[in-house]
């Protein structure tokens, strides 16, 4: 057999295999280039997404984020939790005219402590702007018609407690507040917001460790320059 006659028949009979692999080289090739150019567009697409955060933990505009939790928004001073274990006071009282263009404060109480001891606890919200200069403080004034165990009344004189500071949210609270002495349960307190100058509010502190000093009576009250906010009654019976 000459070399021509081998070549033809290599064309005919071994050339068709090479044929076929050549085709399979080709999808090879193909799909190698398909992966690579997906992998591009992906790392092309991340490249923008980083630039146009700065941080990858953070989603660029455009990309959805969840929403807070309902709960945490509509009730950011958390006072709807207490609403089966706290008391809301009967009797409560707010200057309308302050909080005219805002809802209405809400309070929410709890007497615990010793038995014959007890002590007040006060949790609220309100939307109040404080004016420049002025304190918002916290007064307190044992009720002259409820008696204690021994059947002494409250003093009715006026008691000052602490500065309330507000929260972002307008939430304040007044922990353990203890009312008096032993077998003062009985005695009912009134709470009173006020808001009196800084000169005043700083006076309160300085009378409070005077000789002797009981409270501030009915008289004596009515002598400091104010605003009334709101008070509430909470009974210890």
Known sequence: MTRTEAGADGDTAGNEPQRE????ENRTRIVIASIGALAAV????????????????????G????????SESEDPCDLQRLADSWDQPPSQRYNESLFANHNAPRVYTQVGGPA??????????????????????LITRPDP???DEFGHPGSGRFYPGTPVSLTSSGCWEDNNHSVGYPGVEGISETYLLVLVGSDQAAKFP??????????????DWRAIT????????????
């Open 206 to 219: 300085a009378d409070r460790k005077a000789k002797n000093w009981d409270g501030y009576s009915a008289e």
């Open 42 to 61: 992906a790392a092309a697409t991340a490249g923008a997404l980083f630039a146009q955060t700065g941080d990858p933990k953070e989603p660029p505009n």
């Open 226 to 237: 104010k605003i009334d906010v709101m008070n509430f009654h909470v009974s210890t019976s």
């Open 145 to 147: 018609d409820s008696k």
């Open 116 to 137: 014959r001891s007890p002590e007040i606890s006060v949790k609220g919200q309100m939307s109040l702007n404080i004016p420049a200069g002025q304190v918002l403080y």
């Open 21 to 24: 692999g050549g085709k399979g």
């Open 63 to 70: 990309i959805s984020v969840a929403a807070p939790n309902p």
